[in-house]
């Protein structure tokens, strides 16, 4: 791991929804609204982002737990923006605070996201 990964350690990334990342399950009348799975993996992405920046080579992480709410509702072609604050470094364990914000500034989503640092040949050779 590379120096300044360190608690307090911020990153943003901000997407526009589209029609793949939306509901669809309420019906033909009702907008298509950014689901919480599709929020879930922006969380993971702002993560894998930000410590892309400080792994040393052959080295990544994967996540092993979520605790997200997902608290409004953001129409599908909106912007949304996860900001992702490390807040722990327990050995090879990363714990995140994260939330997410739509483009009119409300928060849609908040909580936790854990996250394990691998060495990339050996966790892909422990599952070949």
Not at 62 to 84: N, R, Y
Request: charged share 25%; aromatic share 6%; net charge negative.
């Amino acid at each position: 791991m590379k120096p300044g990964f360190d608690p307090g350690t911020v990153s943003e990334w901000t997407i526009t929804t589209t029609p793949e990342m939306g509901i669809t399950h309420l019906g033909p009348d009702v907008p298509s609204m950014y689901s919480t799975p599709s929020m879930v993996s922006l969380i993971e992405g702002a993560c894998v982002q930000l410590i892309t920046r400080f792994v040393d080579e052959g080295e990544q992480s994967v996540g092993f737990h979520v605790d997200v709410k997902h608290l409004a509702p953001t129409q599908i072609g909106k912007k949304v923006t996860a900001k992702v604050t490390l807040r722990e470094i327990n050995g090879r364990r990363l714990l995140f605070d994260v939330e997410v914000h739509s483009e009119d500034g409300i928060k849609i989503g908040e909580g936790l996201h854990e996250r394990a640092l691998i060495d990339i040949k050996r966790f892909a050779g422990a599952h070949q």
